[in-house]
């Protein structure tokens, strides 16, 4: 399947993603559960707590931003995350959950893209570069689980 993913629409590698992470979640041992109340993609029981992940992916090297509507995400629940999935052409893929209320922060990854009246829709963006791997790593999905479990 790997090497479909490049020739797939985006709308395609949007539903793909959605499994992808749904069987790495689950072969982690979450306990995953439908999620009808928001946007949310998938919902998942962590000890007591509950998390949300919307699901954003990329194919990689060919594309580097990411963008989320600004109206789609609350940036202060805690208990969302943006599970990025950024598939390379070699068949490797990495997985990053980003708390939501982190897209505030100052950085070069993320970006906060408010456009005048009318031009777009106001936007969170992911500017997934080399420069900034560095930053991304600190949210590889391994070391996230580890914070929350």
């Known amino acids: 399947m790997q090497s479909n993913l490049f020739s797939m629409s985006t709308t395609e ?9 749904r069987d790495k979640l689950k072969t982690l041992g979450l306990d995953l559960m439908d999620n009808n109340l928001d946007d949310a ?4 029981k962590v ?17 580097g931003y990411i963008k989320i509507k600004k109206k789609d995400i609350d940036t202060t629940d805690e208990s969302l995350f943006i599970a ?5 052409n070699n068949g ?6 980003i708390p939501a209320v982190d897209l505030t922060k100052d950085n070069d990854l993320f970006r906060s893209r408010d456009y ?3 031009k777009s829709t106001p936007e969170w963006g992911l500017n997934v570069t ?12 391994s070391e ?3 914070k929350l479990v």
Do not use: H, W
Not at 53 to 60: E, H, L
Not at 92 to 97: D, R
């Open 144 to 146: 996230m689980l580890k």
């Open 116 to 118: 005048p009246k009318g």
């Open 130 to 141: 080399e420069k900034n791997m560095d930053t991304l790593n600190q949210y590889e999905i």
């Open 13 to 21: 590698l949007g539903k793909y993603s959605k499994v992808f992470l």
């Open 41 to 44: 993609n998938i919902c998942a």
């Open 47 to 63: 000890k007591d707590k509950y998390y949300k992940f919307k699901v954003k992916s990329i194919r990689k090297p060919s594309t």
């Open 92 to 97: 490797i893929s990495k997985i990053f959950l």
């Open 84 to 88: 990025t999935i950024l598939f390379y």
